[in-house]
């Protein structure tokens, strides 16, 4: 195959899932991820190397990045799987991430219901005496 008709199978990919990870976020600044593979060992749901970089992204109402890279060696994921829209490794891939919170994002999410819910009441003992303390704002 030409080089040409990989480019394009790259690009098409790349813009497929900047597509489906959007549509899984309730925000997003902007989003660029770029699929290094070769069309027919994308067809056998093969990626030589993937990137990612995104801005202003928002999970959960509150969960807010500001921004995120991500780097991947070689991923290998069930095409089967991807046709029905989930992502499953078929093996393990080495990755690295660099995550960049603002302050007003770790703010907001501490004040989030979901953060809070997911975090118990704590139990302290001082003077011998068992205390109960809720999280709060």
């Not at 890279?69 to 660099?98: C, H, W, Y």
């Not at 003992?125 to 068992?130: E, H, L, V």
Request: a negative charge; hydrophobic letters at 40%.
């Amino acid at each position: 195959m030409s080089q040409d008709n990989t480019n394009l199978v790259e690009e098409t990919l790349s813009k497929l899932a900047e597509t489906g990870v959007a549509s899984k976020l309730d925000e997003l600044d902007a989003i660029d991820i770029n699929l290094q593979t070769n069309p027919i060992k994308a067809i056998q749901g093969e990626i030589e190397s993937a990137s990612l970089v995104a801005t202003g992204m928002v999970i959960k109402k509150d969960l807010r990045v500001e921004k995120m890279e991500l780097q991947t060696d070689s991923i290998a994921i069930n095409p089967l799987s991807v046709a029905f829209g989930k992502v499953e490794l078929t093996q393990a891939t080495r990755a690295s991430m660099r995550v960049i919170l603002t302050e007003a994002d770790m703010n907001r999410a501490f004040n989030s219901d979901y953060i809070r819910s997911k975090l118990p009441s704590l139990t302290i003992i001082k003077d011998n005496q068992s205390m109960t303390i809720d999280i709060q704002q």
